[in-house]
């Protein structure tokens, strides 16, 4: 697996976010922008195990990604940031995606990887990206494919 790429197809997919009417598009990146237009999803760290199968058959990545949302209101902005991080729904980050896992028979993220699976949700707390304060939360995904 190509890491950058898996990274950006991570984003793409979570681009499909429908976020309640007047509220601002999500913005996304497969990594960690110096800058913040909130809402934002991006791509972070990752661990990565190689061979889980012999011969480089099979590497298991988990990227920890976030989504940051503004805080010009606490409230509403930890009740957009609860949709985004509900199993389900329009505006739900698990559900848009793993819609990038593709049919029974097909490859994940267009090709990239085998599967993908959003695991659970960690971390969701006050950060401090680039000296501003954001409401936000982790989402754990992993993604297997081939090593070689």
């Known amino acids: 697996m190509q890491v950058s790429a898996v990274r950006e197809a991570l984003a793409a997919a979570a681009r499909a976010v429908v976020l309640p009417a007047g509220l601002p598009k999500l913005t996304c990146s497969g990594f960690v922008p110096d800058a913040v237009t909130a809402p934002h999803f991006f791509v972070a760290e990752y661990e990565q ?15 920890t990604s976030r989504v940051l949302v503004g805080r010009a209101d ?4 930890q009740q957009i940031l609860d949709a985004m991080l509900s199993g389900s729904g329009t505006a739900s980050l698990k559900k848009a995606i793993e819609a990038a896992r593709g049919g029974p028979g097909q490859y994940a993220l267009g090709g990239l990887a085998h599967d993908l699976h959003v695991m659970r949700v960690q971390g969701y707390r006050w950060y401090e990206h680039a000296g501003a304060t954001y409401v936000g939360a982790e989402l754990m995904i992993k993604v297997i494919g081939e090593g070689s």
């Open 74 to 77: 606490d409230r509403s902005a």
């Open 49 to 63: 195990e190689f061979d889980k199968v012999m011969a480089r058959g099979l590497d298991e990545l988990t990227f």
